[in-house]
């Protein structure tokens, strides 16, 4: 089985507009899973999936502070995406 290449799979998951929103949000700063479920019309299993596909990737790290579980933006590989793109 073969190691999936990184700026692909940012690029799978820059590829749902939810995704591209729930970083836009990150940017702004830490947030937690009810947080960025908010501004969407869907179940928080589907906003979890979402948040799942963003981890997997890279894009978010998530932390434990006492019952919460907090996202942070990683951007290191929307640097590496950027620096693709400049190629």
């Known amino acids: 089985m073969t190691t999936p290449d990184p700026l692909d799979t940012a690029f799978a998951a820059l590829s749902h507009p939810v995704r591209r929103e729930m970083l836009a949000r990150l ?3 830490e947030a937690t899973v009810n947080d960025l479920a ?3 019309e869907m179940s928080l299993p589907a906003v979890s999936r979402h948040i799942r596909v963003l981890e997997d990737a890279g894009l978010i ?4 502070t006492k019952q919460f579980r907090p996202c942070k933006l990683n951007p290191a590989p929307l640097r590496a995406v950027a620096n693709w ?3």
Do not use: L
């Not at 790290?61 to 434990?64: D, F, K, P, Q, V």
């Open 85 to 87: 793109a400049d190629q």
């Open 61 to 64: 790290t998530r932390s434990r």
């Open 27 to 29: 940017a702004r700063g």
């Open 38 to 40: 908010e501004p969407f």
